[in-house]
């Protein structure tokens, strides 16, 4: 019988994506992305207005007024591009995986119609990069502090022969103290804080600690419940944040390569 | 509840404020099902209890008591009410009288006594340090194993406490509200279309199903008309979600008895409908397109013919997959008499879904409550009364192929026209919505004023489900519990909330 299914499965085509189409994409995540020239201080008051999670605000930067867009807590709901007018597309790359929190902002000057987002120190990984980061093992302990489910989806499919994490050497364990990378979705909520406390402190050090999704980013959607303590930084230190609401596999993986790379390559 | 109240009458009938109801006479046991049991607040913010039963006919059965004094537990004709209970006790603080047991279950032991979220104003709750006693099985050679609430694999938080014999399970104590983030409190003095965001996240691997159910509450409470468009495209996406959760099940099963080959299998079709959905919607999952009224975008007629023919083609290599499956005899040897749930159980504790047609319980909301598309769609609903791994497989393989068939029934022949109707928010709102979503019935509760809401309780299927569990590992092996469990395939977020 399992010659059976073996013998279905060969007759499939190869299904893995290789790692350069994977790196970027975020295809299916709806994530948010401002054309500077078309924004306009009305347009980016309503945003603010329609944004759920307050991804959007209004600030004023050496006396200049700036819209800002925090992908921390973007849901990528895509109830900004009507009221955008065109200035909110929907991201067609996007490479804010694996950063420190202050990378996740952008700003864009509202009067000179430019993005003034100071520069990322490493923008993206370059692909002669990519291979120097393979051939190392890296063991992934994920951790749901809250979760919806939706991220854990995500991160499953991590392992599915189109994106066949295991070609990396990456794997999933089964233990905290098999780990060196703790993957933490959803908020923290007040019934998991004390058990994601002590979850870190069984994974050895040194070790990464990577909050998924707009939940573990920000808390998102639940920020502010009374039930709730926070994003997962709220109780345990974070390397790197992956945004989106779910984040695909696609850019999960570019936000693991992302935190890998900076403890790697310095 | 006390015997001069009148009898119960259909949801919609008589509004919250009309005299206290009472669930049908004398049907408890015969007819009527426990849907659910919940809390709110009158105008002069006096507790009540909310009690829902399905009755046999197409409209729910709706019955409430003022609670600003004790109420009587209901468990002792309806032990589903159980955890409902449990919950209105930690929730509202509503004194239960005659529940067998009243241990917290929504709060956990950081939780102070006396805070009462529902009710009360609450920003910061203190943190405190409580007791929580397990129960105790004593006895020669019996053993407690704890597990969770970190659990080995990518799956969700919860804490289950087994008292073994050997390899035998004696009793399995479920404790679980770990993911408890106090989803319906935030719906409280939110507007009616940042609801559906809300709703979304409860459980995300359902989310157009909880999405769906919650506009259509709004929309009944608002009595708006979702253009026909919408309601054909909100029906495509229901049966994928279930298409998808019912392969993504069976690989799991697969996962769990070792035949990994199986499951790479399942999860590659899996994925294929996932991206699938990417081309079709712009998202994987279906987030942000359910809103009260309809959709919030349209969708492009020959993308959803796109859609349909990845679904046609994975529903095909699935039926191929679970027939290989299902004839192998070390699965069948997995599978079959593992984790039985008897009718008597399942009537019992009112369980919904998959779970329930597979212990010979023919209930399906599409069918039973019909809404949106269902109304005028034709489908069977498979049923079977093994009760064990192998049956609950079994409806899922055929639910599976039955969904398969609708969406493309429905994508052939897609109605034209707008997808999103206005809706009439001014004065008070009322309405409650039920949708057959992977798990089984899953059932909205609102009532607000002027485009807000002032409550929306959520009756998941994974919270009625869940209580079913203890019953099906009892006498079974310890090892064969995570396969019994993915056979119900439960969500933690969605029971917690």
Redesign the interface.
Known sequence: MIFEVLERSLQQPNRVIPVEALLGNCAGSRMPDVTAARLTPAIAQRLVEVCPTAAFSVAELGGRPCLKLSYAECIGCGRCEQPGEGAVVTAPRFTWCGLPKANLVRLWDLESHTEITPPRPNPEIMRGQIRSLFGKALNIRQLDAGSCNGCEAEISALTNPYYDLERFGIHFVASPKHADMLLVTGPVTRNMAGAVKNTYDAVPSPKLIVAVGACGCSGGIFAGSHAVVGGVDAVIPVDGYIPGCPPTPAMLLTGILEVLRRRTVR | MNDNTPEAVPIGERGPTGPPLVLPRGKTESVARLVTVFGSLGVDREKRVHYVFDVGAPKYWEAFVAASGPVRSIVSEVPAAAWYERELHDQYGIEITEHPDLRPLV??E??PEGVH?MVDA??Q?PWASREYKFLTVQGDGVAEVAVG??H??????GHFRFSVVGDTVLHLELRH???????E??FEGSFVN?GA??AE?????N?FAHAVAYSQAVENACRAEVPPRASAIRLIGLELERLVSHISDLGGLCTDVG?S??A??A??L??FL??A??DCT????W??IAVPGGL??DLDSEKVLGLSQAVSLAAR?FA??AR??L???SIQNRFETAGVVSLEVARDLAVVGPVARASGIDLDVRRDHPYGHYKSAQFEVPVTHYGDVMARAKIRIKEAAISARLIQQIAGALPIGSVLAPLELDGAMHGSSAVESPRGELFYWLQGRDGRLTRCHIKSPSFQNWPAMPFAIADNIIADFPLINKSFNL????C?R
């Open positions: 709060f956990h950081n939780w979220p609450v920003n709750v609430p970190v080995a694999g990518i799956i969700e938080p509200f770990y993911t408890h983030k106090g989803t409190k935030l940042a965001m809300i996240s409860v459980s995300g691997d989310c035949f080959v199986a790479a299998y999860a590659r899996k994925e996932l991206r959905s990417a712009g998202t994987r999952y987030r942000g919030r975008f290599q191929d997959l290989v499956i004839g192998t005899p969500s933690y977020s969605g917690d």
